[in-house]
Nanobody, 115 residues
Framework: QVQLVESGGGLVQTGGSLTLSCAAS????????MAWYRQAPGKQRELVAQ???????RYAESVKGRVTISRDSAKNTVYLQMNSLKPEDTAVYFC?????????WGQGTQVTVSS
């Protein structure tokens, strides 16, 4: 089994910054990609950012220029640096690992941006 543990969420004012972390552990045979998704109340879960094993990056249009995804491969950890946060960024943020044995999700961390 693979476990993903997210941390770093919280309450921040508009314009503020947060850095989320997601540490993967367990029976990790290979990692193809790690990604951050978010889900706001009443909305579908959406991709925020993704980084592949080869270093390719992908961002949602709504966060481009404000968000940076990075990884520490030695620690099987992915980070999401979020700047210039807006109230519409409020959501539960989930980490996903895509590996040789399938997709795994973390439990989520709440990000709340106050106006």
């Amino acid at each position: 089994q693979v476990q993903l543990v997210e941390s770093g969420g919280g309450l921040v004012q508009t314009g503020g910054s947060l850095t989320l972390s997601c540490a993967a552990s367990g029976r990790i045979f290979s990692i193809y990609a790690m990604a951050w998704y978010r889900q706001a109340p009443g909305k579908q879960r959406e991709l925020v950012a993704q980084i592949t094993s080869g270093g390719s990056l992908r961002y949602a249009e709504s966060v481009k220029g404000r968000v940076t995804i990075s990884r520490d491969s030695a620690k099987n950890t992915v980070y999401l640096q979020m700047n210039s946060l807006k109230p519409e960024d409020t959501a539960v943020y989930f980490c996903r690992l895509t590996g040789g044995s399938g997709n795994y999700w973390g439990q989520g961390t709440q990000v709340t941006v106050s106006s």
